[in-house]
């Protein structure tokens, strides 16, 4: 009788702190974010964008007509809607399913890809939602600005095994017309490809 009493009180015991637990658990989950992330200010896309990159101006020298005809001239404001179209078309075609954007510190990452993430980073618009990945069929991508040149990116997202022969990486032609030349959606792949870490000085890039 005496013994039964024992393990029902220790029962209860493990039951209130497993509650416990998950509820503290649950608070500091919600509380974390809000207490230590509302310090970093919160950038939007026109402030990424008032610097147009050098890649994106290469585009539109690089292929004067099509460039035109997709976005005009290589502006703030053409820049900003390149980097928000070539962010809903990564979304759109499932990149996030190959690749991740998040470098960690760990297993020589940093060796791999360049320095470790950092909160700030994410505190942007075209990070609405984070697009970490689950996980990694191809490289991760947060490092990417600068590693490849913009005909690289191209050819590679027309046909990946032209220039990988052994890539898993599905093509996508669709984001070109039918003489294989860049569209609009083309080139804010790229733009937003060469948007990726264009913000980490070169030293850390080091691949
Ligand atoms: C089925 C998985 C898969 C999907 C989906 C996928 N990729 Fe890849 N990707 C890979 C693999 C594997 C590689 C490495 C081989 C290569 O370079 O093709 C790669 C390589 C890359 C690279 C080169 C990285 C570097 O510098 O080495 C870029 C850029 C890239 N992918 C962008 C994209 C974009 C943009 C999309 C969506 C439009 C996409 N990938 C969809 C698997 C995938």
Not at 28 to 41: R, Y
Request: proline share 8%.
């Amino acid at each position: 009788m005496e013994k039964k009493t024992l393990r029902e009180s220790f029962g209860f015991i493990l039951l209130v702190a497993g509650i416990g637990f998950f509820v503290v658990g649950f608070i500091f989950q919600m509380l974390g974010p809000v207490v230590f992330l509302n310090k970093i200010p919160m950038k939007s896309v026109e402030e990424m964008a008032s610097r147009v990159s050098p890649e994106f101006t290469l585009l539109s020298e690089d292929y004067p007509e099509e460039f035109r005809k997709a976005f005009g001239e290589p502006t703030p404001e053409s820049y900003a809607q390149a980097l928000l179209e070539g962010r809903d078309i990564y979304i759109a075609e499932g990149c996030w399913h190959c690749h991740s954007q998040y470098v960690r510190p760990i297993a020589n990452e940093p060796l791999r890809y360049g320095a470790v993430s950092v909160a700030s980073e994410y505190q942007n618009e075209l990070q609405l939602p984070q697009l970490f990945g689950t996980r990694r069929v191809g490289p991760d991508l947060i490092r990417e600005a600068g590693i490849r040149s913009n005909d690289w990116h191209m050819q590679h997202l027309y046909d990946p095994q032209s220039v990988e022969p052994k890539s898993v990486m599905p093509a996508y032609p669709w984001l070109f017309d039918e003489d294989g030349r860049p569209t609009r959606r083309a080139f804010s792949m790229v733009a937003y490809l060469q948007w990726l870490g264009s913000w980490q000085n070169p030293e850390e890039k080091e691949r």
